[in-house]
């Protein structure tokens, strides 16, 4: 029995659904069902009764649940002494693509920073902070994420983002004039698609319907030969090195940027969270020159 399984069965407790604690999670399906079935295996009882009608908790399960909360409570109270016995109290961090190199050593005054290696989309790193696997996030988030979530941030980062076409001609292109894919799989691409189609949306550009992950990488190379017009590069692209047959172009009237976040939760207590998040964004500048979604915490 590990701490891991515990964590999984109390969120099937929450949501009475494998699918939706699955999301919550971050993994797959099938992998928490058997999970909860090894879980299952190791107590000698069932924890849940499963039929075409849904899921719900035993009478084992339901008895089990409580004590199985307070020991998730204990253990992380557990490493937070561990910490300030060790002088210095551990904040957990995950991140999308993007970190600042000297992020640790920013931190390192106030705290000891763990950086989840765990790199999954900004929308689930925000949930993780949500649920409280991780203390702090560096993700691109909504005003109405941080309101669903019960999440406070801070702006840690800009990209300005470009666009990318075959040839030689490096002069700035219209944001009118650039085309924007959107993929299909919401599951990998949610917070890009949400940007993508706000761009079009106040712009004009085009969007470009996708279904193999050609936001970036190889298969956006080849979107980008097969339309050959400048096509919106994500910020998972903006440090890629090109072929030599394709340019980065400038985008203008207007120029699109991406805002990356510093979250954490609204309702947080411990001190060290606070401080790391200072710590972490002291001297960022907070003045941003160019265009956002509406919905962008950071737009004027």
Request: proline share 5%.
């Amino acid at each position: 029995m590990e701490l891991r399984q515990l964590r999984y069965f109390v969120a099937v407790a929450d949501e009475l659904h494998f699918g939706r604690a699955a999301e919550r999670l971050l993994i797959a399906g099938p992998s928490l069902s058997q999970q909860i079935k090894a879980l299952e295996r190791d107590l000698g009882v069932a924890l849940f009764d499963r039929n075409r009608r849904g899921v719900t908790l035993t009478s084992a399960g339901a008895e089990l649940l409580p004590p199985t909360r307070a020991l998730l409570a204990r253990a992380d109270d557990l490493k937070r002494r561990a910490g300030r016995l060790a002088g210095t109290e551990q904040v957990r961090l995950g991140y999308v693509n993007w970190r600042p190199v000297d992020l640790r050593a920013r931190a390192a005054a106030v705290a000891e920073l763990i950086v989840d290696t765990w790199v999954v989309p900004s929308h689930a790193q925000a949930a993780r902070v949500a649920e409280g696997s991780l203390d702090l996030a560096i993700c691109w988030v909504r005003k109405q994420d941080l309101t669903r979530h019960g999440l406070a941030s801070r702006l840690l980062g800009v990209d300005r983002l470009h666009a990318v076409g075959i040839g030689e001609d490096e002069r700035p292109v219209r944001a009118a004039d650039v085309l924007v894919p959107v993929d299909d799989d919401q599951t990998s691409w949610s917070s890009w698609n949400v940007y993508a189609e706000d761009f079009a949306r106040h712009t004009g550009a085009k969007i470009v319907r996708i279904s193999d992950g050609g936001i970036t990488g190889e298969a956006f190379v080849d979107h980008v030969r097969r339309l050959r017009r400048p096509v919106l590069n994500s910020p998972k692209g903006q440090e890629v090195l090109l072929p030599p047959d394709l340019v980065r172009r400038p985008i203008v009237d207007p120029t699109p940027l991406w805002t990356w976040s510093l979250v954490w939760r609204r309702d947080e207590v411990r001190r060290v969270v606070f401080d790391t998040v200072e710590a972490v964004v002291r001297g960022v500048e907070s003045e941003v020159d160019g265009w956002l979604p509406e919905d962008d915490p950071y737009r004027a």
